[in-house]
């Protein structure tokens, strides 16, 4: 049985298959397949609600002026929440550094967008020179900017 004192250098192994002139992978397979899974259910989710209102019908339901009924309002109010806040929960445990920042980027862009959009818009329409805001149009073009500012920061 060997002691060590404070002043004893740390006893180190060496290793002969040492690649140190190869980067590490930033990810391992096992991750990035949980990743994949993560989004994978939400997109699911996403799926399974568009379908169920395109076989509801998308003309009533998109129609102005026509409430929707209240079970499908929680209903798909509870699937987008359960996505959202349940995905971004287990993404965010699975994303590196990197990652975080460059949906940290695309979230400040995608809002950048909304905040200048929407109140001109809303302004606008208060002012009679534009119809009443769209605001499925709105929400789509804060995904889109989403998207593409977050395909930009990963792939630049």
Same mark, same amino acid.
């Given at each position: 049985?060997?002691?060590?004192?404070?002043?004893?250098?740390?006893?180190?192994?060496?290793?002969?298959?040492?690649?140190?002139?190869?980067?590490?992978?930033?990810?391992?397979?096992?991750?990035?397949?949980?990743?994949?899974?993560?989004?994978?259910?939400?997109?699911?989710?996403?799926?399974?609600?568009?379908?169920?209102?395109?076989?509801?019908?998308?003309?009533?339901?998109?129609?102005?002026?026509?409430?929707?009924?209240?079970?499908?309002?929680?209903?798909?109010?509870?699937? $987008?929440? /359960?996505?959202? +806040?349940?995905?971004?929960?287990? #993404?965010?445990? &699975?994303?590196?550094? =990197?990652?975080?920042? %460059? !949906?940290?980027?695309?979230?400040?862009?995608?809002?950048?967008?909304?905040?200048?959009? $929407?109140? /001109?818009?809303? +302004?606008?329409?208060?002012?009679? #020179?534009?119809? &009443?805001?769209?605001? =499925?149009?709105?929400? %789509? !073009?804060?995904?889109?900017?989403?998207?593409?500012?977050?395909?930009?920061?990963?792939?630049?």
């Amino acid at each position: 049985m060997t002691t060590t004192t404070l002043t004893d250098p740390p006893q180190v192994e060496a290793s002969n298959n040492l690649n140190l002139g190869t980067a590490a992978p930033s990810r391992s397979k096992i991750d990035r397949k949980r990743f994949y899974q993560i989004i994978g259910v939400c997109f699911a989710l996403g799926g399974a609600a568009g379908f169920y209102i395109g076989m509801y019908g998308v003309e009533e339901l998109i129609a102005a002026g026509i409430p929707w009924s209240p079970a499908l309002v929680i209903g798909l109010s509870t699937v $987008y929440l /359960v996505a959202l +806040l349940g995905g971004s929960y287990l #993404l965010e445990r &699975e994303m590196d550094e =990197a990652e975080k920042q %460059i !949906a940290r980027k695309a979230g400040e862009f995608a809002n950048a967008t909304f905040i200048t959009l $929407y109140p /001109v818009w809303f +302004l606008l329409w208060k002012g009679g #020179l534009v119809p &009443e805001p769209m605001h =499925a149009y709105i929400f %789509i !073009a804060f995904l889109v900017s989403m998207t593409l500012s977050s395909l930009f920061y990963r792939f630049r």
